[in-house]
């Protein structure tokens, strides 16, 4: 018989089940806290349930099917973990560590490989396996608290995958994550490379996650180069589709944009991407290229353009930052581990 995954249910449907088997809904309530709040690995850590009733859980169910096939960790915290699936797929999710602060951010996958095919990412290039279910990319961020026994604060989603081609699962696992894992939908980051219908429709949801957007280019010619979803939604209506979800949401999107050495880091493109931005209400994300062996000639920006592209859009008056290298050291960019694994 098929076991039940705990991690698929809400706190109600938790009740419902532990309740249809004769017992009472308190422990169905101390169940839900091992697993969502108490890094419980497996049943037998839920000491305050009865050792009958325990030994009935290992029978019939699990917390979750998903398991960790790999871990590695980066001389600056970073843990870099390879999820693999119940029919064996894998995925990466990504824990960080920052040392000035105490937030603990999981950087979480929507799908198994990735149908949008920009040429700058390994699983771009790898092309599309399946959309993951809820519990799975809610296991990520399970698997990682028990691993670790830390509590994660941040969920971002900008691991493998679109997050908003998988819209109805992504939505469901920002509900789980928000009810069972307690973490308010303000510290939910999800990043798309601009599914523009999508935008819309996630900005009329209940929930609403600070949204990313991967621009990468200031303008149609650079963008549909270097992104094939440039092709179907074209920047125009993307920036039409921004300034809608900011005025809808009443806040900011964050702007990320990789810096490709002679590609798009200069004064021209600084130019043409505070036009692009003057409307909408955003910060901005410098992300430097990093170098990938075999994946394209793309180079690394050098640190001085870098800088002065930064400052032309601090000029202008946004926000900006350059964001941190994290677990260079251990493949951390986007799609690498998982290339290397298959
Ligand atoms: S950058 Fe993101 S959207 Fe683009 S191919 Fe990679 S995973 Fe997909």
Redesign the pocket.
Known sequence: MEKIILSKLSKDELVDYIVSNNEKKYRAEQIFSWIWAKNAKSFDDMTDVKKEFRAFLNENCLITDCKIKQRQISNDGTIKYLIEFKDGCVAETVLMRFDNRANLSMCVSS?VG?????I??????NGFKRNLLPYEIVSQILLCQMDTDLKITNVVF?????PLDNFENVTRAIELINKNLQISIRRMTL???GIVPKIYELAKNNLVPTLAI?LHAPNHQIRKEI?P?EKRYDINSLQRALIDFSNQTKDRVTIEYILIGGLNDTDKCAGELIEFLKDIKCNINLIPYNEVEGLSDFKKPDKKSSMRFKYLLEKSGKKVTIRLERGADIDAA??QLAGKVK
């Open positions: 799908q990735c149908k949008m095919g920009c700058f990412c390994a699983t771009g290039k900008m691991g493998q995958g679109e990043s798309t490379s991967s992104m979803v986007c799609g």
